[in-house]
C-alpha cells in the first residue's frame, strides 16, 4: 500500500497550484543565478541568488505572474 499512496501524494503534489508556484519560482531564480553569474565571471552560487532575486526581483515578478 505504502507504494501506492507514495504515488497518489506524488500525483497531487504535481497538480498542486502551490507546489507549481513554487517551480516556476525556482525556475526563475536558477535563470538568475545564471545570467549574474555570466555577469560576474563565475558561478555565484543559488543561496546568493535566491537572496537577490527576493530582494530584488520577486515582487515585481509576482506582480507580473499573479496565480
Not at 503534489?13 to 507549481?20: A, C, G, M, T
Not at 516556476?24 to 538568475?32: A, C, V
Request: no cysteine; glycine share 6%; aromatic share 8%.
Amino acid at each position: 500500500m505504502g507504494d501506492k499512496q507514495t504515488g497518489l501524494d506524488d500525483t497531487l503534489l504535481e497538480k498542486s497550484s502551490l507546489y507549481q508556484r513554487y517551480l516556476t519560482e525556482r525556475d526563475e531564480i536558477l535563470r538568475h543565478k545564471w545570467l549574474e553569474s555570466e555577469k560576474e565571471g563565475h558561478d555565484i552560487g543559488f543561496e546568493r541568488a535566491l537572496v537577490d532575486w527576493v530582494l530584488n526581483h520577486r515582487s515585481k515578478w509576482r506582480k507580473k505572474n499573479p496565480h
